[in-house]
């Protein structure tokens, strides 16, 4: 029986919208039309079709693919999620922008992606285990520590990583934990690894408030979502001086000028990151998003701020922890204001830098501390702020399209090298 699939309506968007900033960037680049011709699509999208026996004995038939962006620099690197809503286009896009955050960051690699059209609810973890191993021998043939490795994503962890690395190690007959990122820390993890993407968050907001000479010790901040990531980040901030004014969640926002008991919030709030349902006095996220401060930190879902309300954020800073929060159109809007927009390729790039730092030290045989790894996860991600900023500055681009353009640099100097365009 194939796996029933929902249509995704929006991913031919973030397909499109992923190719428009791509164009764009070349073009304030000066690069020929062939290096979009090249960099459109991913030089390689594998789709495969696993057939798995289900634990009541019948046979069910999953669809999965991975995307390889683009290995001019190095082997390909990117996460794979287990998701009903999986389509080509997605994989497509987000492989990328993987290429994205690896070249403005600086890393020996290209962007790639996967994932598998499956409901994780309605399987038991043998029936996972099963997937997770088939789905790596399927793909074999392009992926391995120096051709394209793997990493968790949405709805993936660290037990289904091990399970891939393991097939994989048996299939290759040789030990191969570099294949794979995120492991358990005794099948060669990285320490730090599972904070590093908000822990990098932390480190570009900083840099951002240095370069529009904001101080976060008294600071004012909305963070739109209180889950890992919003809740993490509002106590980052609440613990460096910053006054959290703002917060929210699904069902509704919490707002008050002389901030908020942003520790007693984290106590009273659920698994699902809900706490607002609590209090009386909650408003709209719309609402809250109106609302002063002088930092705004959207952590939740896609398209919050859109040509509709963009105009009426007063934050100087807008930190895109969440993915693609800011609509296009909104963007525009930010820049024209001189709102100082992180965006979510440089905001959450550092996940992909620890990942690095994990197969490095795979390689090596030889394990750092975490205050090792968030050291040098500082030093790549400073660079790499300063690096996007600058470009924005000289260039008279908005920082999104300035983080393309750095993204893009090392990688099309590569393509010219090598004679691809
Ligand atoms: N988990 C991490 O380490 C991490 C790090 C950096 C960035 N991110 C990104 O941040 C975003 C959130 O991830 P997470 O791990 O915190 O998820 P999560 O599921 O832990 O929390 C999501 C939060 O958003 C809220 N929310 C959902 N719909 C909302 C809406 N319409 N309006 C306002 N709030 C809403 C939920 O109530 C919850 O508080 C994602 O885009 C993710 O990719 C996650």
Known sequence: MAVETVPHTEQPDVLEQTQQLIKKALEHMGC?????????RPLRLMTVRIPIRMDDGSIRVFTGYRAQHNDAVGPTKGGIRFHLAVTPEEVTAL?????????????????????????????????????????VRAISRIVGPTKDILAPDMYTNAQMMAWIMDEYSRLREFDSPGFITSKPLVLGGSAGRESSTVKGVTIVLREAAKAAGVQ???????????????????KFLHDAGAKIVGISDASGAL????????????????????????????????????????ILIPAAIENQITEENAANIK????????NGPTTAKATEIFASRGVLLVPDVLASAGGVVASYFERVQNNQGCYWSEA??????????VKAFREVHQIALESKVDMRLAAYMAGLRKMAEAMRWRGWV
């Open 315 to 322: 934050a100087n800073i807008v930190v895109e922890a969440a």
């Open 95 to 135: 492989s990328m922008r993987m290429s994205i955050q690896c070249g403005l960051t600086d890393l020996p690699y290209g962007g790639g992606m996967g994932g598998i059209e499956c409901d994780l609810r309605t399987m038991s973890a043998a029936e996972l285990e099963r997937l997770s191993r088939e789905y």
């Open 32 to 40: 020929a039309e062939s290096f979009y011709e090249l960099l459109k």
């Open 216 to 234: 976060i010790g008294g600071a004012k901040v909305i963070v739109q979502g209180f889950g890992h990531a919003g809740g993490y980040l509002a």
């Open 255 to 294: 707002y008050h000028p002389d901030g908020l008991d942003v520790d007693y919030l984290l106590e009273k709030r659920d698994a699902y990151g809900a706490v607002t349902h609590l209090f009386a006095s909650a408003i709209s996220n719309r609402e809250l998003l109106a609302q002063a401060c002088d």
């Open 372 to 381: 090792e790894v968030y050291r040098k996860l500082d030093h790549v991600l």
